[in-house]
C-alpha cells in the first residue's frame, strides 16, 4: 500500500479497512463541539435511512449521518460508492426512495421544478 504525502510533508498511509469499505462515508476533521447553553444541540443537518435506487441499481442504502453546527466534514469513497448520488439527494437534484432529510430537526423536502 502506497502512502500519501500531505501539505506538511507528513506522510499518511491509507487505512485497509477504509479501502474496504463499500458506500461513502462521512468523515470529520474534529469531534463535534461539546453541547453548551449558547450552542444548540440540534444537528443542522440530518439524514435517517436514505435509500435512493436507479433502474434496479442500489446507488445509496440507509445512510443516516448528522452534522452539528460549526463542525467540519469530508464526504470519501471509491468510485461509485455514492458520493455524488448523497450530495445530489441532500440539494434536492434527486429524491430519496426512502428516509428522509432533517434541516435544524425540521424535515426537508425538495418540491419538483418541473
Known amino acids: 500500500m502506497r502512502s500519501v504525502a500531505d501539505r506538511t510533508g507528513a506522510s499518511c498511509a491509507p487505512s485497509p479497512h477504509r479501502l474496504a469499505q463499500k458506500g461513502p462515508s462521512m468523515t470529520t476533521t474534529s469531534p463535534p463541539p461539546p453541547a453548551t447553553a449558547e450552542q444548540p444541540t440540534t444537528p443542522a443537518l440530518q439524514a435517517d435511512g436514505v435509500t ?9 442504502s440507509g445512510v443516516s449521518f448528522s452534522v452539528q453546527p460549526g463542525s467540519i466534514h469530508a464526504l470519501v469513497g471509491e468510485n461509485g460508492a455514492g458520493k455524488s448520488t448523497l450530495i445530489k439527494v441532500l440539494t434536492g437534484v434527486h429524491r430519496p426512495d426512502e ?3 432533517l434541516h435544524h430537526g425540521a424535515e426537508t423536502s425538495f418540491e419538483d421544478k418541473k
Open 52 to 60: 435512493k435506487r436507479f433502474a434496479g441499481v442500489t446507488a445509496l
Open 99 to 101: 428516509g428522509r432529510l
